[in-house]
């Protein structure tokens, strides 16, 4: 996540002019602020706001789960990004968009979107809670759906490729805040090679012992690396043919359409084996539907939801499973506080059951962790190849954010970096400088100007960056075109042209007379800019191309040219001028009649000349030499009395004065 701008902490002498409450930026965790889950971050920066994810905390349940919405206005926020589908950073999201003013517009993947209502509705039918603490039902789901827009982003990161997912890339540019994620905090991961054989060794010896393992796993994500992993040994070795593998997500093969939808987005090694097969198509798994259709009478693996272990078949078999010592646990993925999942880690001797009684907790329990989240070696070098000069670390405990925080800062002790770790609702603020970097580029940095020298050309903002370049280059160096309007108008005028070019010459410097080269015509050529030809004896026309300069000059050479056709004398013959009056009279007549006969429908021409208008049996007669009305009825005699006026004075304006 980043924003344009320079910081003013990185330079010697901060300007305090620039300091200004609009370049300030505030940065405020509605949730994952010193604690995993329920990820929400809330942005302001020149009047824009921005949220980024709408999760929920795995560890409560009601309005307790959600982030701290109340701390903000929901109609103020312009954008709201879901970086993916995890619960934690998108299952509150039906419940901000159904549930509270939030009018603003949301964007997720399009892979995010396809899961989305699937994980979704999965979450609604597994919690266990009243009616009363549903934040959210089908419908709101339903209706979500068509509030989200598709863009490309990404929350969760791993810079390591694992056996379906390429590891995250570093973006083109360097930004100036990176808001990362510090789940693990300073603790490293086992290399992939050494946690897949740890993983199967344990679920190898627990089965020949006679025991059950248990996996729970949320239904994507984690899931399906490990059934690629199991489905691949079981192949390696036969003699585990009769121990079944059940995967116990009704979900997650729904789901599994969309991963063979997006294929392109898996890595190499899962494209390739697709143009042959479909490595989701396991061989030795098999699926189960709820924990009736288990036949629990020999060893088995179950990879069952949720990865909590709070609710859900993993929970039911983990309550059936707990007091066998044969048995066995294997965590995969990251745990929350407040968790079962997490209390086990610990392997006390007692775990409560979902009935509430007390059982002994015999099974062994193993954490391997596959999990998404980058571990410190990840981070660091993610971060010391992206070196932005803030960052601000979420999703993370508070004890683990502390130690990454300390090892951060004496990692990046030699530079200028900022590293914070707010808490839930506490807000940060960093202030930028609003000038902006422009390159010259193209035919404008063939020479370099010298200091007081003016550079003039086209800006261009391409993402972040700004250049300037000569509108010849503008082709060159992006996807745009430029293009010139010439324009042209015709101005009656049937004095001497040398009137024109004579006035033209008292006000601008530069008039050059020639004859136009097609027409042959006598042409004006004012500032280089403007061209003025005489069309005929009547006529006149101005020529030229659209710019802020052009159009000035052209208007004042109209504008010349008008008052020099008023100002000319005018003969007209008596006779002519009565005829045109004749005329126009009759024009004028019919016009009043149409526009009445509009108005009130019958109008008749009476014999004495006048008008007879009959509304709903009200006749008034109307003078139009006076406009007098006659009529027993007062309101039809108004009406008709200010209808006339005013289509006479429309009809003959007040004219010209003879000036």
């Known amino acids: 996540m980043a924003s344009t701008g320079q910081p003013l902490s990185s330079l010697k002498r901060p300007n305090p002019a620039v300091n200004r409450e609009g370049d300030k930026l505030i940065i405020t965790p509605l949730g994952a602020g010193n604690e995993v889950g329920r990820s929400c971050v809330f942005m302001s920066f020149k009047g824009k706001k921005i949220m980024f994810d709408c999760g929920i905390h795995p560890a409560f349940s009601g309005m307790a789960a959600l982030p701290y919405f109340d701390e903000i206005d929901p109609a103020s926020i312009d954008v709201l990004l879901v970086t993916h589908f995890h619960l934690d950073h998108a299952a509150s999201l039906p419940y901000f968009l159904e549930k509270t003013t939030f009018k603003g517009r949301v964007f997720m993947t399009h892979a995010t979107k396809a899961i989305y209502k699937l994980i979704l509705s999965d979450y609604v039918k597994v919690s ?32 390591e490729e694992d056996r379906h997912l390429r590891a995250a890339e570093i973006p083109q540019f360097s930004p100036d805040i990176c808001i990362i994620e510090s789940t693990y905090g300073v603790q490293l991961h086992m290399p992939r090679q050494i946690r897949e054989k740890l993983f199967t060794d344990v679920i190898h010896s627990t089965l020949m012992q006679g025991g059950r393992v248990l996996i729970p796993a949320f239904a994507l994500g984690r899931a399906q690396e490990l059934l690629l992993i199991l489905d691949e040994y079981w192949s390696n070795h036969p003699e585990l043919s009769n121990f079944p593998i059940y995967y116990a997500s009704p979900l997650a093969r729904k789901c599994m359409a969309v991963y063979q939808t997006y294929i392109n ?25 709820s924990i009736e259709d288990l036949i629990d009478n020999k060893p088995c693996v179950v990879m069952a939801s949720p990865g909590s272990l709070q609710s859900g078949l993993s929970r039911q078999l983990f309550d059936k499973w707990c007091f066998d010592k044969k048995n066995a646990c294997v965590i995969p993925g990251y745990v929350v506080e407040g968790t079962l999942a997490k209390t086990i880690i610990n392997e006390p001797k007692e775990v409560t059951l979902t009935n509430g009684f007390s059982a002994p907790l015999n099974m062994q329990v193993h954490y391997i962790s596959f999990s998404a989240h980058a571990d410190y070696a990840q ?15 979420v999703h993370g405990e508070a004890n683990e954010m502390g130690r990454l925080k300390q090892k951060l ?30 390159k010259t580029i193209g035919k404008l940095a063939e020479k370099t100007p010298e200091v007081g020298d003016i550079v003039s050309g086209l800006l261009v903002k391409k993402g972040f960056t700004y250049q300037i370049m ?20 015709t101005i009656p005028y049937s004095g001497a042209f040398a009137v024109i070019q004579h006035r033209l010459k008292q006000i601008y410097e530069s008039v050059e007379s020639s004859t136009d080269e097609e027409s042959g015509v006598p042409t004006l050529r004012v500032h280089e800019r403007v061209t003025v030809k ?13 710019d802020p300069i052009s159009d000035m000059v052209s ?16 003969v007209l013959l008596e006779s002519e001028t009565s005829i045109n009056k004749q005329e126009d009279a009759k024009k004028a007549e019919k016009i009043v009649y149409a526009l009445l006969l509009s108005l009130f429908g019958d109008v008749k021409f009476g014999d004495d000349g006048k008008l007879v208008i009959n509304v709903d049996g009200n006749v008034a007669h109307l003078d139009k030499q006076t406009g007098d009305v006659e009529c027993e009825n007062e309101s039809l005699k108004e009406r008709v009395r200010t209808a006339y006026r005013r289509i006479r004075s429309a009809v003959k304006p007040i004219p010209l004065s003879a000036s």
């Open 470 to 489: 000569a509108p010849d280059d503008l082709h060159v160096f992006s996807q745009l075109s430029t293009a010139n309007i010439t324009q042209r108008i």
């Open 409 to 438: 800062t004496s990692l990046f002790a030699d530079g200028n970096t900022k590293i914070i770790a707010p808490k839930n609702c506490q807000s940060v603020e960093m202030h930028f400088n609003s000038e902006k970097m422009v």
């Open 555 to 570: 208007d004042s050479v109209m504008a010349l040219v008008l008052n020099a056709s008023r100002e000319m004398p005018r």
């Open 128 to 159: 266990k809670v009243s009616v009363d603490d549903m934040l959210f039902d089908e419908n709101d789901i339903s209706n979500s759906m068509n509030k989200i827009e598709t863009v490309e982003v990404n929350g969760d990161y791993s810079r």
């Open 379 to 393: 981070t660091s070098t993610f971060l010391k190849e992206l070196m932005p000069p803030n960052i601000t670390l």
């Open 534 to 546: 005489q069309e005929s004896e009547n006529h006149l026309s101005v020529h030229w191309t659209a």
């Open 265 to 289: 987005s898996m890595n190499e090694r899962i494209r390739n084996q697709f143009a042959s097969s479909n490595p989701f198509n396991f061989k030795h798994i098999s699926s189960l539907n």
